[in-house]
C-alpha cells in the first residue's frame, strides 16, 4: 500500500495498523479445561501493547476503526464474558470519538488517528485530530438531535470506573482519551 491516507483502507475493509509495542498477536488458546495437559496455563489478563489506527477524516472510517480495535482487542485475550461490558464500553467510546472528529474537525484535519493501549490492567483509547477547538460535553437538551456524543462518552467512561479529558498535541491538534479498567480475574 502506498502511503497516502486513503490508501490505509484496504479493499477488503481492514485498516493498517501501525503497532507501536507489544505483541502483534495473541497466542491462539487451544482446547477447554482439562485439555491440553503439560500446556501453560492461559494468561490471567490481556496481553499488553499499544497500536495506532491512522484513517482519513471520512464517514467510512467511523466503522473501519471501531472493527479495528474490536479485532486488536480480541486477539489482545479480550475475548469472552469477562472483558464483553468493556469490549462493549470501548467501541461505543470509539464510534463517538472518531464520528466527533470526522464531522467537527475533517476541515482542518484530514486525517483522524485512534491510538488503543493495554497496559497495567487499564485499556486507554484516544483520538487525535488537527483541529485545535476543545469540546465540551453537552447536556442533556431534549431539543437538541445530535451534540451529546461527549456527554456519553463520559458517561460511560466514569460508570465503567475510568478517566476521560481533552488534551492538546504539541502540532495543535487535540486529543480525546478515556482510559477503563480491565475487569479482575475471578476468584476461585
Known amino acids: 500500500m502506498s502511503g497516502s491516507p486513503d490508501s490505509r483502507v484496504a479493499d477488503e475493509g481492514r ?89 467537527h474537525a475533517a476541515e482542518l484535519s484530514p486525517e483522524v488517528v485512534t491510538e488503543l493501549a493495554v497496559r497495567g490492567g487499564w485499556v486507554r483509547v484516544s483520538v487525535e485530530d488537527g483541529d485545535p477547538y476543545r469540546p465540551k460535553a453537552l447536556e442533556n437538551d431534549t431539543g437538541r438531535t445530535g451534540g451529546r456524543g461527549l456527554l456519553l462518552v463520559k458517561s460511560v467512561t466514569l460508570q465503567a470506573g475510568g478517566v476521560c479529558d481533552v488534551e492538546r498535541t504539541g502540532e495543535g491538534g487535540k486529543v480525546i482519551w478515556a482510559s477503563l479498567p480491565v475487569p479482575p480475574e475471578p476468584e476461585h
Open 15 to 103: 485498516l493498517d495498523v501501525e503497532q507501536i509495542s507489544g505483541t502483534a498477536e495473541a497466542e491462539p488458546r487451544r482446547g477447554g479445561p482439562g485439555e491440553g495437559r503439560g500446556e501453560a496455563a492461559a494468561p490471567a489478563g490481556p496481553t499488553e501493547g499499544t497500536w495506532r489506527f491512522p484513517v482519513p477524516a471520512a464517514e467510512a472510517s467511523v466503522p473501519l476503526t471501531r472493527h479495528a480495535v474490536r479485532d486488536r482487542l480480541l486477539a489482545q485475550g479480550m475475548a469472552g464474558v469477562r472483558y464483553q461490558e468493556l469490549v462493549d464500553d470501548l467501541l461505543l467510546i470509539v464510534s463517538e470519538l472518531v464520528s466527533n472528529a470526522v464531522t
